[in-house]
Every structure is written in C-alpha cells, then in structure tokens.
C-alpha cells in the first residue's frame, strides 16, 4: 500500500517538477501515521480494516527497516 502511494505522487509530480525523493517523502509519510498513531492505540480505527487504512505500526516502530523494504518493492 505504501509503495503504492509512493509510485501515485511520484507520477502526480513528474510533470510539475519531480517531488520529493523517496527518503524525504517517507520522513514526511511516517510523521503523517505518527500523528494518527494515538487515536488507534486505543482499538478504534477511523476506517474499515480492509481499505488499508490502518496504521503499519513497524513505519513507527522500525522506520529504517521499512524503508528499506519500500526501496526493494519499488
């Protein structure tokens, strides 16, 4: 789902100048899930489960791992 969003603004931002890098849109995509991260912690999700809303808690917990694999799947 990540690498997904990733790969749509890239596409949205090619043709008004490229965007952010990877690295420097993932800092950005994880304080956007860390800022969520309280309103989940007590069980509630603010969508379905299945749209893949949810937050992946390692993009909080292991950031440098997931970016890793967000490399690897793009």
């Known amino acids: 789902m990540v690498s997904g969003r990733y790969r749509a603004y890239r596409d949205y931002m090619a043709p008004r100048g490229g965007g952010l890098a990877l690295e420097e849109w993932f ?4 304080l956007e899930k860390q800022s969520e ?20 808690q390692s993009v ?7 970016l890793a694999l967000l490399k690897d799947s793009l």
């Open 60 to 66: 909080l917990t292991r950031p440098a791992e997931f």
């Open 27 to 30: 800092r950005f995509y994880r």
């Open 37 to 56: 991260a309280p309103d989940q912690a007590g069980g509630v999700v603010s969508g379905c489960s299945a749209t893949g809303e949810a937050t992946e």
